[in-house]
T-cell receptor, first 112, second 111 residues
Framework: QKEVEQNSGPLSVPEGAIASLNCTYS??????FFWYRQYSGKSPELIMS????GDKEDGRFTAQLNKASQYVSLLIRDSQPSDSATYLC????????????FGKGTKLSVIP | SQTIHQWPATLVQPVGSPLSLECTVE??????LYWYRQAAGRGLQLLFYSVGIGQISSEVPQNLSASRPQDRQFILSSKKLLLSDSGFYLC??????????FGPGTRLTVT
Protein backbone atom coordinates (compact mmCIF):
# COMPACT_ATOMS: atom_id res chain seq x y z
CA GLN A 1 0.00 0.00 0.00
CA LYS A 2 1.58 3.23 -1.16
CA GLU A 3 1.43 5.94 1.47
CA VAL A 4 2.16 9.63 1.61
CA GLU A 5 2.32 11.10 5.09
CA GLN A 6 2.02 14.72 6.11
CA ASN A 7 1.53 16.45 9.44
CA SER A 8 -2.07 17.61 9.46
CA GLY A 9 -1.25 20.80 11.33
CA PRO A 10 -2.45 23.40 11.69
CA LEU A 11 0.92 25.02 11.22
CA SER A 12 0.88 28.66 12.29
CA VAL A 13 3.63 31.07 11.29
CA PRO A 14 3.85 34.85 11.58
CA GLU A 15 3.76 36.97 8.46
CA GLY A 16 7.21 37.25 6.90
CA ALA A 17 8.51 34.02 8.42
CA ILE A 18 9.52 30.82 6.63
CA ALA A 19 6.91 28.07 6.59
CA SER A 20 8.27 24.52 6.33
CA LEU A 21 5.99 21.72 5.18
CA ASN A 22 7.10 18.11 5.20
CA CYS A 23 6.07 14.91 3.49
CA THR A 24 7.31 11.32 3.54
CA TYR A 25 6.42 8.55 1.11
CA SER A 26 6.62 4.79 1.27
CA UNK A 27 7.21 3.69 -2.35
CA UNK A 28 10.96 3.82 -2.93
CA UNK A 29 10.37 3.58 -6.67
CA UNK A 30 8.49 6.87 -6.83
CA UNK A 31 9.77 9.20 -9.52
CA UNK A 32 7.84 12.47 -9.45
CA PHE A 33 6.71 14.68 -6.61
CA PHE A 34 4.28 17.56 -6.44
CA TRP A 35 2.93 20.17 -4.08
CA TYR A 36 -0.59 21.49 -4.39
CA ARG A 37 -2.22 24.39 -2.60
CA GLN A 38 -5.92 24.17 -1.76
CA TYR A 39 -7.84 27.15 -0.48
CA SER A 40 -10.97 26.40 1.52
CA GLY A 41 -13.82 25.44 -0.79
CA LYS A 42 -11.61 25.45 -3.90
CA SER A 43 -9.90 22.77 -5.96
CA PRO A 44 -6.19 21.95 -5.56
CA GLU A 45 -3.76 24.09 -7.53
CA LEU A 46 -0.35 22.76 -8.58
CA ILE A 47 2.40 25.01 -7.24
CA MET A 48 5.60 22.93 -7.47
CA SER A 49 6.91 19.79 -9.08
CA UNK A 50 10.27 18.14 -8.44
CA UNK A 51 11.83 15.09 -10.04
CA UNK A 52 15.45 14.87 -8.90
CA UNK A 53 17.27 15.11 -5.59
CA GLY A 54 18.05 18.58 -4.35
CA ASP A 55 16.28 21.90 -4.30
CA LYS A 56 14.02 23.59 -6.82
CA GLU A 57 13.13 27.23 -6.36
CA ASP A 58 10.23 29.18 -7.84
CA GLY A 59 9.74 32.64 -6.43
CA ARG A 60 9.07 32.36 -2.69
CA PHE A 61 8.66 28.59 -2.92
CA THR A 62 11.42 25.98 -2.65
CA ALA A 63 10.80 22.27 -3.00
CA GLN A 64 13.37 19.87 -1.60
CA LEU A 65 13.67 16.18 -2.44
CA ASN A 66 15.72 13.48 -0.75
CA LYS A 67 14.98 10.12 -2.37
CA ALA A 68 17.32 8.20 -0.05
CA SER A 69 15.30 9.39 2.95
CA GLN A 70 11.99 9.30 0.99
CA TYR A 71 11.33 12.85 2.03
CA VAL A 72 9.93 15.89 0.26
CA SER A 73 9.53 19.36 1.71
CA LEU A 74 8.17 22.73 0.70
CA LEU A 75 9.56 25.97 2.06
CA ILE A 76 7.61 29.19 1.74
CA ARG A 77 9.74 32.28 2.36
CA ASP A 78 8.32 35.62 3.44
CA SER A 79 4.98 33.99 4.23
CA GLN A 80 1.92 36.08 3.51
CA PRO A 81 -1.64 35.78 4.86
CA SER A 82 -2.65 34.81 1.31
CA ASP A 83 -0.51 31.66 1.71
CA SER A 84 -2.97 30.40 4.34
CA ALA A 85 -4.33 27.19 2.82
CA THR A 86 -3.99 23.43 2.96
CA TYR A 87 -0.91 22.09 1.18
CA LEU A 88 -1.10 18.64 -0.37
CA CYS A 89 1.92 16.51 -1.15
CA UNK A 90 1.47 14.13 -4.08
CA UNK A 91 3.71 11.35 -5.32
CA UNK A 92 3.69 9.67 -8.69
CA UNK A 93 4.56 6.01 -8.41
CA UNK A 94 6.56 3.70 -10.59
CA UNK A 95 6.33 3.90 -14.36
CA UNK A 96 2.93 2.85 -15.65
CA UNK A 97 1.09 3.40 -12.38
CA UNK A 98 -1.18 6.17 -13.77
CA UNK A 99 -2.01 7.31 -10.26
CA UNK A 100 -0.94 10.11 -8.00
CA UNK A 101 -1.00 9.29 -4.30
CA PHE A 102 -1.92 12.28 -2.15
CA GLY A 103 -1.19 13.03 1.45
CA LYS A 104 -4.03 14.32 3.58
CA GLY A 105 -2.56 17.79 3.61
CA THR A 106 -1.10 20.27 6.08
CA LYS A 107 -3.17 23.32 6.99
CA LEU A 108 -1.05 26.45 7.09
CA SER A 109 -2.13 29.66 8.80
CA VAL A 110 -0.06 32.80 8.34
CA ILE A 111 -0.75 35.24 11.14
CA PRO A 112 -0.60 38.96 10.19
CA SER B 1 -3.55 26.44 -23.20
CA GLN B 2 -5.49 23.67 -21.57
CA THR B 3 -8.72 24.21 -19.66
CA ILE B 4 -10.81 21.80 -17.67
CA HIS B 5 -14.50 22.36 -17.03
CA GLN B 6 -16.88 20.73 -14.60
CA TRP B 7 -20.57 21.15 -14.14
CA PRO B 8 -22.66 21.71 -12.29
CA ALA B 9 -20.71 23.68 -9.69
CA THR B 10 -23.09 22.77 -6.90
CA LEU B 11 -25.82 20.19 -6.60
CA VAL B 12 -28.32 19.22 -3.93
CA GLN B 13 -29.96 15.86 -4.49
CA PRO B 14 -32.24 13.64 -2.39
CA VAL B 15 -31.19 10.16 -1.33
CA GLY B 16 -32.05 7.59 -3.99
CA SER B 17 -31.94 10.04 -6.90
CA PRO B 18 -29.64 9.61 -9.90
CA LEU B 19 -26.47 11.58 -10.51
CA SER B 20 -24.58 12.75 -13.55
CA LEU B 21 -21.49 14.95 -13.32
CA GLU B 22 -19.62 16.01 -16.41
CA CYS B 23 -16.02 16.98 -17.03
CA THR B 24 -14.49 18.20 -20.27
CA VAL B 25 -10.94 19.17 -21.14
CA GLU B 26 -9.97 21.64 -23.85
CA UNK B 27 -6.66 22.25 -25.53
CA UNK B 28 -5.17 18.77 -25.40
CA UNK B 29 -5.77 15.35 -26.88
CA UNK B 30 -5.78 11.87 -25.40
CA UNK B 31 -5.47 13.04 -21.79
CA UNK B 32 -5.60 10.74 -18.80
CA LEU B 33 -8.74 11.66 -16.85
CA TYR B 34 -9.50 11.19 -13.18
CA TRP B 35 -12.42 11.50 -10.77
CA TYR B 36 -11.68 12.19 -7.11
CA ARG B 37 -13.92 12.76 -4.14
CA GLN B 38 -13.02 14.85 -1.13
CA ALA B 39 -15.35 14.45 1.85
CA ALA B 40 -15.54 17.30 4.35
CA GLY B 41 -12.24 17.53 6.23
CA ARG B 42 -10.85 14.50 4.47
CA GLY B 43 -8.19 13.76 1.90
CA LEU B 44 -8.57 13.12 -1.80
CA GLN B 45 -10.00 9.73 -2.71
CA LEU B 46 -9.38 8.49 -6.25
CA LEU B 47 -12.60 7.03 -7.64
CA PHE B 48 -11.92 6.33 -11.32
CA TYR B 49 -9.35 7.01 -13.97
CA SER B 50 -9.26 6.60 -17.72
CA VAL B 51 -6.34 6.44 -20.13
CA GLY B 52 -8.50 6.38 -23.26
CA ILE B 53 -12.02 6.32 -24.70
CA GLY B 54 -14.05 3.53 -23.15
CA GLN B 55 -11.22 2.56 -20.77
CA ILE B 56 -12.22 2.98 -17.12
CA SER B 57 -10.38 1.77 -14.03
CA SER B 58 -12.24 1.75 -10.74
CA GLU B 59 -10.40 2.27 -7.49
CA VAL B 60 -13.23 2.12 -4.99
CA PRO B 61 -16.16 -0.31 -5.43
CA GLN B 62 -19.35 1.60 -4.66
CA ASN B 63 -22.56 2.79 -6.23
CA LEU B 64 -20.78 5.17 -8.60
CA SER B 65 -19.75 4.54 -12.19
CA ALA B 66 -17.79 6.45 -14.79
CA SER B 67 -17.80 6.63 -18.55
CA ARG B 68 -15.64 8.27 -21.21
CA PRO B 69 -17.75 8.60 -24.34
CA GLN B 70 -15.35 11.02 -26.06
CA ASP B 71 -11.62 11.70 -25.86
CA ARG B 72 -11.95 14.76 -23.66
CA GLN B 73 -15.18 14.00 -21.80
CA PHE B 74 -15.48 12.11 -18.53
CA ILE B 75 -18.79 11.45 -16.79
CA LEU B 76 -19.47 10.31 -13.25
CA SER B 77 -22.84 8.69 -12.59
CA SER B 78 -24.93 7.00 -9.99
CA LYS B 79 -28.32 5.33 -10.24
CA LYS B 80 -29.20 5.89 -6.57
CA LEU B 81 -27.38 8.34 -4.35
CA LEU B 82 -26.52 7.60 -0.72
CA LEU B 83 -25.99 10.13 2.06
CA SER B 84 -22.34 9.07 2.11
CA ASP B 85 -21.95 10.25 -1.50
CA SER B 86 -21.92 13.87 -0.34
CA GLY B 87 -18.63 15.60 -1.00
CA PHE B 88 -16.53 17.68 -3.34
CA TYR B 89 -16.06 15.91 -6.67
CA LEU B 90 -12.98 16.81 -8.63
CA CYS B 91 -12.04 15.96 -12.17
CA UNK B 92 -8.37 16.08 -13.15
CA UNK B 93 -6.26 15.46 -16.22
CA UNK B 94 -2.68 14.90 -17.22
CA UNK B 95 -0.56 13.59 -20.07
CA UNK B 96 1.56 10.55 -19.32
CA UNK B 97 3.17 10.72 -15.90
CA UNK B 98 3.25 14.45 -15.60
CA UNK B 99 1.66 17.16 -13.57
CA UNK B 100 -2.02 16.67 -12.87
CA UNK B 101 -4.43 19.58 -13.12
CA PHE B 102 -7.78 19.84 -11.43
CA GLY B 103 -11.08 21.29 -12.53
CA PRO B 104 -13.08 23.68 -10.33
CA GLY B 105 -15.07 20.84 -8.75
CA THR B 106 -18.71 20.01 -8.04
CA ARG B 107 -19.99 20.25 -4.50
CA LEU B 108 -22.65 17.58 -4.00
CA THR B 109 -24.95 17.50 -1.01
CA VAL B 110 -27.20 14.47 -0.65
CA THR B 111 -30.19 15.16 1.61
Amino acid sequence: QKEVEQNSGPLSVPEGAIASLNCTYSDRGSQSFFWYRQYSGKSPELIMSIYSNGDKEDGRFTAQLNKASQYVSLLIRDSQPSDSATYLCAVWGRAGSYQLTFGKGTKLSVIP
Amino acid sequence: SQTIHQWPATLVQPVGSPLSLECTVEGTSNPNLYWYRQAAGRGLQLLFYSVGIGQISSEVPQNLSASRPQDRQFILSSKKLLLSDSGFYLCAWNRGESEQYFGPGTRLTVT
